[in-house]
């Protein structure tokens, strides 16, 4: 089943979040970015600004990218680079047959 990365956050240092942008090609890997909005229009509650959603084949595929050696040496930049964030992991919506 389908499954999304989605993540949400105030960016409050630009150079370092760019720095993250171009090293975070391992997230990327095997998935598909849906949404890059920069300046979400919130509705609810109190999230950040910036919301972005990549899509995976399966769970476990996100889960994989996510936890790579590869992408775990570069998200310390992205946390560095931003307040009031989240990121999650959900599988997409299968409506049932019949």
Do not use: C, H, W
């Amino acid at each position: 089943m389908t499954a999304y990365l989605i993540a949400n956050y105030d960016v409050v240092d630009p150079d370092l979040y760019r720095s993250y942008q171009q090293q975070s090609v391992p997230i990327l890997v095997g998935g598909r970015v849906l949404v890059f909005d920069p300046a979400s229009a919130v509705k609810e509650g109190s999230p950040g600004a910036q919301t972005v959603v990549i899509e995976y084949a399966t769970k476990e595929a996100a889960l994989a990218a996510y936890e790579s050696d590869e992408y775990q040496a570069v998200v310390g930049i992205r946390l560095s680079a931003i307040t009031n964030g989240r990121a999650m992991i959900v599988d997409g919506f299968s409506p049932p047959s019949g």
